[in-house]
Each structure stands twice: as C-alpha cells, then as structure tokens.
Nanobody, 119 residues
Framework: QVQLVESGGGLVQAGGSLRLSCAAS????????MAWFRQAPGKERELLTSITSWSGGNLYYADSVKGRFTISRDNAKNTVYLQMNSLKPEDTAVYYCAAAYVGKGFDYWGQGTQVTVSS
C-alpha cells in the first residue's frame, strides 16, 4: 500500500512557475512508477508525465507540457516533484500524483491539488 499527499498548488500568473510535491508513505517507494495527471473542469483526466522506479529514467511527457514541466524523484525522501514553468491559463486544473507498482496500473492516487493560472 502507498499513500500519496500532494502539495504546492495555488494561484499563479501566466508565465510563472510552481513546484508540486507528492509525498509517499511506505518503505518501497523506489519500486513504484510515479506519474502526474491533471483534470480540468469538464475534461478527462490527462497523463502529463511519468518517471520509472529507482533510477528515475524512462521519462514520459505529454506534448502539452513537454519543455515546460519537469518530473523528478527523491527516493530517499519518498517524494516526487513536478516543476512547472511558463504556466498558461490552460494549465489550470486539479493535479494528481499517482503510483503504479512495476507491472501494475496506477492504483494509488493522491487527493489532488488545485493549480490556477490567471491571464
């Protein structure tokens, strides 16, 4: 079992930056693939980026955030981060982190944190 708690959301002007954090419980954090999703009102949940276990390689980025968002993980702190730069109003959404044990789906989710980008 993994419990996830996001933090770092808020209100920012277009062009600004935010860093989201996702703290995970459990002693085998490094065995989980971690990802960030978001869901805007009236839209489906969107996978933004993922990072594989332990070494943190095999990064994936959706085209919508490539070049602006960066995922990273600190296995010693059981934390995954999402650095968001050059934010746009269309980035406004609830952001969720999720965990998938190797070979499994994303079965563990945080409660979400709101990001609002004003124009």
């Amino acid at each position: 079992q993994v419990q996830l708690v996001e933090s770092g959301g808020g209100l920012v002007q277009a062009g600004g930056s935010l860093r989201l954090s996702c703290a995970a419980s459990g002693r085998t954090f490094g065995n989980y693939i971690m990802a960030w999703f978001r869901q805007a009102p009236g839209k489906e949940r969107e996978l933004l980026t993922s990072i594989t276990s332990w070494s943190g390689g095999n990064l994936y980025y959706a085209d919508s955030v490539k070049g602006r968002f960066t995922i990273s993980r600190d296995n010693a702190k059981n934390t995954v981060y999402l650095q968001m730069n050059s934010l746009k109003p269309e980035d406004t959404a609830v952001y969720y982190c999720a965990a998938a044990y190797v070979g499994k789906g994303f079965d563990y989710w945080g409660q979400g944190t709101q990001v609002t980008v004003s124009s």
